[in-house]
């Protein structure tokens, strides 16, 4: 196969199926029937011509009836007045009417019979295109509802080009919402871990100081219970509970060694052990 050949093939093959995809099977039925009713009006109209021919040889027949007529009373005249001359003339014309009338009525026989045939023919065609007519909104009527089906069920099942638009800008829309979400909760960690500093307020460096503080001993508390499971240390207790440690025991001990007022001026102080 030549190159040309395979060439002119590919671009037939595509510009078929570029036509395929245009195509509306609606609008080709309605061609066609529009193409079906201009060849029945052709019909028709041919109708029309033949049986105008046909009343107009109908009226010349009538016409050269008549001469004929007024020529064969004009002949028997004539022969009353003793004119047998005239009487010859007139039937002489006479008798080339009758030739005219023959091959005049020869031809509105012939076409009386293409009248018939063109009726025929035509009152065929009206039959069929009522009948294609019939089909053609019936197909047009099924193509449209299976064609909305379709496009119910493509909704349905997201495969339509509508509906897949709608769901990736649905699912793009998500993908944001938790970035920024995501966004958000990091943030408040890191402001919350002093990583980050919340300039839309005033800045209090003695409360920053203070929940730091805070946070150490629970930090130490909760390393020495993580101790205590692997078996590194003794078990801690929770804050304010069990025998104070042996500097606070050294510090409750110091005050009942001194004399009675300095215990007591020491048990006023602000901060003092219980």
């Known amino acids: 196969m030549s190159v040309m050949k395979r060439m002119s093939m590919i671009f037939k093959s595509k510009a078929n199926k570029a036509l395929d995809r245009m195509e509306d099977p609606r609008e080709t039925l309605d061609y066609s029937y529009q193409r079906q009713l201009e060849m029945l009006q052709k019909v028709r109209r041919g109708v029309a011509d033949v049986a105008t021919s046909r009343k107009r040889l109908e009226l010349q027949i009538n016409q050269l009836e008549q001469q004929q007529n007024k020529l064969t009373d004009q002949g028997k005249k004539a022969l009353q007045v003793g004119r047998e001359d005239l009487a010859r003339e007139a039937l002489t014309r006479r008798a080339g009417l009758d030739s005219q009338l023959g091959d005049l009525r020869a031809q509105y026989q012939q076409l009386q019979g293409e009248e018939e045939k ?91 100081e203070l929940d730091r503080m805070g946070a150490g001993p629970g930090v130490d508390l909760e390393l020495e219970r993580l101790k205590a499971e692997l078996g590194q240390g003794p078990t801690p207790k929770e804050l304010g509970q069990g025998t104070p440690s042996s500097g606070a025991r050294q510090d409750v001990d110091a005050p009942q060694q001194q004399a009675p007022h300095q215990q007591a001026d020491w048990q006023q102080k602000p901060g003092g052990g219980q």
């Open 118 to 208: 063109l009726t025929l023919a035509s009152q065929r065609l009206q039959a069929k295109v009522d009948s294609f007519r019939t089909r053609k909104e019936t197909i047009k009527a099924t193509y449209t509802a299976a064609e909305a089906q379709t496009k119910i069920n493509e909704a349905f099942t997201g495969i339509s080009e509508e509906m897949g638009d709608v769901g990736l800008a649905i699912q793009r829309a998500e993908e944001k919402t938790e970035n920024m979400k995501a966004r958000a909760g990091a943030i408040d960690e890191l402001l919350a871990s002093g990583a980050l500093e919340d300039f839309s307020g005033p800045k209090d460096d003695i409360q920053a």
